[in-house]
Nanobody, 117 residues
Framework: QVQLVESGGGLVQTGGSLTLSCAASGIIFSISTMNWYRQAPGKQRELVASISSTSSTSYADSVKGRFTISRDNVKKTVYLQMNSLKPEDAAEYYC???????????WGKGTLVTVSS
């Protein structure tokens, strides 16, 4: 029943912007911390940004000041606004939720962000 569906990935030029969306279903979204991860080829998956149920946010040092995570509890959607994109930002971006009941992690299928240089 848990479903996370990312969208918004694509090709952008260095310095450009892109907004990713993750639509969630099957979870009590309003009380859930939501996360964005990314994984580039040959690299480990890394946490990019998190937003808590109270809209407290945290970011990886590499994206601070450039990325903004936000949420819409009515739409049950979490967003990642990415500005000043760098080639290093190119990766598959994944939406993540950890079950409050079991602690199990759930992942979307990912959306690809390509940054041209």
């Amino acid at each position: 029943q848990v479903q996370l569906v990312e969208s918004g990935g694509g090709l952008v030029q260095t310095g450009g912007s892109l907004t990713l969306s993750c639509a969630a279903s099957g979870i009590i979204f309003s009380i859930s911390t939501m996360n964005w991860y990314r994984q580039a080829p040959g690299k480990q998956r890394e946490l990019v940004a998190s937003i808590s149920s109270t809209s407290s946010t945290s970011y990886a040092d590499s994206v601070k000041g450039r990325f903004t995570i936000s949420r819409d509890n009515v739409k049950k959607t979490v967003y990642l606004q990415m500005n000043s994109l760098k080639p290093e930002d190119a990766a598959e971006y994944y939406c993540n939720w950890q079950s409050i009941r079991t602690g199990m992690n759930f992942w979307g299928k990912g959306t690809l962000v390509t940054v041209s240089s």
